[in-house]
């Protein structure tokens, strides 16, 4: 299974221009390097702009809503991202739960919706830092991932994409250490074989995010055994970026 190597822009950049440039530089950086897959999630106003640039660089969005239209103020449906060339779509990040206090029946919604329109989901789970020191991580991340795919089959998750994000690590430099990160994916891994069959549920991406870099980038690969990285604050600078994918 290749690597997929993701980049959340999260609310950045501010303006079309510095979106651009910095989806090209990458893409440039990258030529044709085959060992990853790499997705980029910008804010969803880029996604027409860089739907036209994107050749070697799969799009995805940070959310979407769990109706295809309708009277939604404000909504962005699964099909219109399907219409603008995107294959994935964060789901369940830690910013919209705390921020937006979406909830996981809220999550499950989207993710059936987009999983339907045959989009690709990824679903963000992990633990606060009070959870981590309460030794609660697995009973939240069990709760995370099993009322989050509630009602999806088997037949279904070929699709799925799932991220260990704990949010003590989002954003704040202090990066997991890569045992612990081993520990986690080991967890996720057990929880969703006792949902799915074996080998459906083997297929299943576990990411890691928070505080990559291209200094500890190799080693969520090759020594905690993830599948791939979400990235955000070192997504911004392609530089950085660019070696993060290549380091895999
Ligand atoms: P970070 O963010 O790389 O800036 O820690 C990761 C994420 O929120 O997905």
Redesign the pocket.
Known sequence: MKPLIAA?W?CNPTNKKQAEKLFVDVKKGIKSFKKAEVLICPPFCYLPLLSKLKNNIELGAQDCFWEKKGAFTGEISPLMLKDLKVKYVILG???RRRYFKETNEEINKKIKKVLKVRLKPLL?VGESQKERKEKKKAEIIEKQIKEGLDGIFSKEIKNLTL?Y?PIW????GENCSIDETMSSVLLIRKIIFQIYSRNQAEKIRILY????NSNNSQSYIREAKTNGL??????LKPKEFVKIIKSV
């Open positions: 959340n999260k990040h830690s910013e963000c991220a994000e690590a989002i954003g704040s995010g928070g505080s990559v979400l990235i955000g604050g070192a997504s």
